[in-house]
């Protein structure tokens, strides 16, 4: 996420360990900039205390020989498990590590231990803000390597569902990539059992990550089945006689693959959502999501299923988000988008429960601000998430027009796909001259909308917004 202007008071911590940013900042001090694989450029700044980002930025680039023409495709973060913020130029990452704690708990629910023992490090990464087509442009090899190693690492992750087509053929490529091409089978079985399966399949599919009854099921058949499915693809992909293949065709096979899923060049917030009510007692309870942000929509994607759960671009939705009121409150974002009810079009309201709702808020805006939207809908975003394909100037084909409808979420299979059924939303319908909620279970909730409909406005929040 793109990090905000930040006000805290800096804490005299002096017993960092860790290299991102050194805690003096007048003389020459050695900082590491990691990348996403574990290398890290090794610089030695005057005055880290006060560098910019900006400033480091030359360096790092020079670094590792990137033209000025593709400046913009990295950016830097400050990392930890806790909370990730793609900083601005002018931001100074010394400065924002002596706040770490201050902005861990504002925008985390982190325990106190937790973030006490969390420390950040600066990462050279991709830009939210660089668009997918760019990318394409790119023709260097080690820029082509820079955006495989962070896709790759958010494929095995879980970060980027996929479907086992795309699983599939992503850790093909990755196998001629990193185990090189033109293999036999023996060398080539024997190199993929020795790098082991995790190194090129998510966990969740490999049996990761799962405890033990998945760890000894993915000893069995099912482990044996995966090894063999990428060692015939590696062999239809790089016969013996591609011993002489430019790596880059298989880089920009797997950017290609992975510019198909929507999400991809995300930054993503932690959050929760309510989970729809279940049994007599109607209890739900809450699911943990990410929400992934972009220049082309929102993704709402479950954590544990590894499925999106909701998938919206800026023409399809409303939002906002609220502070919390009393003690026991949460902060929320909340997004609106068209949907249906029993037959009967109805606009729906999601409630994200997140101390980053703030933050995602501020991302959306500045996404829309920049007027991208069209440009993503054009060159990145594959359709399924998304409208149902309709011809060119009827209602849901483009933005909200006013007096029109967008078109309905399409519900598939593909763990790509919205899930809106499984959503507990807040459903109601607009009359034209009241906004009514569609069987209420509080008669008191209401809503309120604005008075003028432009394409993209934020969702205008009633005196309650309870979910029953």
Known sequence: MEGGECGFPPEPSENSQR???????LRAQDVLVYLVGDSAVHLCVDGVGCVSVQELGRSVREALHIPEAVQDAFAFWLCSPLLELQLKPKHQPYKLCRQWQDLLYRFTEASEEDISQDEPCLQ??????????????IEDEGLLRLLYDEAKVNILEGRYPCDPEHWLSLGVLSCALELGVGLDAPAAAAAIRKKKLSSFLPAHVTGGGGGLLSALRGKGGRQAGLEQNLLDEYLRISPPESASQDPTHHLRQYLSTCHSLPYYGCAFFAGEIDKPAQGILQRGGRKTVNVGISLEGVYVIDVKEKHVLLGLRFSELSWDHSYPEGEGDSHMLWLEFDGEEAGTPVNKLLKIYSKQA???????????????????????????????????GQP??????????????????????????????ISYVDDGKEIKRLKPKRAASFFTRQATAPNY?????????EQG
Not at 19 to 25: F, L, M, P, W
Not at 457 to 465: I, M, N, P, Y
Request: positive net charge.
């Open 358 to 392: 703030e933050l995602m808020s501020g991302l959306i805006e500045f996404c829309v601000e920049l007027g991208t939207t069209a440009d993503g809908a054009a060159t990145g975003t594959d359709g399924e998430l998304t409208l149902s394909q309709q011809p060119p």
């Open 124 to 137: 050279y990464r991709r830009n939210v803000f660089y668009p997918k087509a760019k990318e394409l442009q």
């Open 396 to 425: 849901g084909a483009g933005g909200r027009a006013r007096g029109g409808r967008r078109g309905k979420l399409r519900r598939q299979s593909s763990v790509v796909c919205s899930r809106v059924h499984s959503l507990n939303t």
């Open 19 to 25: 290299g991102s940013v050194s805690s003096s900042g």
């Open 457 to 465: 406005a934020a969702v205008q929040v009633g005196e309650s917004l």
